[in-house]
């Protein structure tokens, strides 16, 4: 079946330090990759997707790239602020399987000032 | 625009007590969907509707029952409540097929004592 695995928290960063929340998965056939986000109070949101292999998501200088040969979709970011502190989800949609996703555990990210 | 809003916001129940948690979407799509968000295990899917008319059990469909009253609302019901069901639920409704994007509500807490 689906499944997606990622870092267990908590990750512990300074402000401007570098990113990297890893993720890996595994599905049959290709599926599209997605990473949401949770800041605290409140629900999940889109931060990022791909949808097949070699293809790059980025949004808010988070950066993500499907790997199809490491089934692989890390979450990067050069430099972090105070303010991307939050839930990170990594999560997969299996294509032509409905409209599910299958998300992986989370990892909290803190950024200290 | 109010997106997914959910009902009530944190509830206590005690043990094999029922209570009905409520959501609603005014963006007028077609998939809604029940998580619940437990720590270290990230979202599983409790139940789906793909449609108006239409349910479907999810991977934890155990416990729960829902009802799609109609395009806009979706509610999860817990007929007789166990301390295993305290979390965080979270409605989501669906954007498109192509972008994958779900959309969540603030989340419900629930603690069944």
């Known amino acids: 079946g689906n499944s997606v695995t990622q870092m267990e928290g908590p990750v512990t960063l300074s402000e401007e330090a570098f990113l990297t929340i890893n993720c890996t998965y595994t599905?049959?056939?290709?599926?599209?990759l997605f990473w949401y986000v949770q800041y605290p109070g409140e629900g999940l949101q889109l931060l990022l997707k791909a949808t097949k292999a070699d293809d790059k998501g980025s949004n808010k200088g988070f950066e993500a790239t499907y790997r199809k040969e490491t089934t692989s979709f890390h979450l990067e970011k050069g430099s972090v602020q105070v303010s991307d502190s939050a839930v990170y989800f990594c999560?997969?949609?299996?294509?032509?399987?409905?409209?599910?996703?299958?998300f992986g555990g989370g990892t909290r990210l803190m950024v200290k000032p | 625009n109010a997106g997914v809003t959910q009902t009530p916001k944190f509830q206590v129940l005690k043990t094999g007590q029922s209570m009905t948690l409520q959501c609603a979407q005014d963006?007028?799509?077609?998939?809604m969907y029940w998580y619940r968000q437990d720590p270290g295990m990230g979202l599983r899917l409790i139940y789906y509707s793909a449609s108006e008319g239409t349910t479907d059990k999810g991977e934890v469909p155990n416990g729960y029952n829902v009802s799609r009253l109609n395009k806009r609302e979706f509610s999860l019901r817990l007929e007789s409540a166990a301390p295993s069901q305290t979390s965080v639920y979270f409605c989501?409704?669906?954007?498109?097929?192509?972008?994958?994007?779900?959309?969540f509500g603030e989340g419900s807490r629930l603690t069944v004592l």
């Open positions: 599905a049959t056939g290709y599926p599209s």
């Open positions: 963006m007028n799509h077609n998939s």
């Open positions: 999560a997969l949609r299996r294509n032509n399987a409905g409209n599910m996703l299958t």
């Open positions: 989501a409704s669906f954007y498109d097929t192509h972008t994958g994007e779900l959309f």
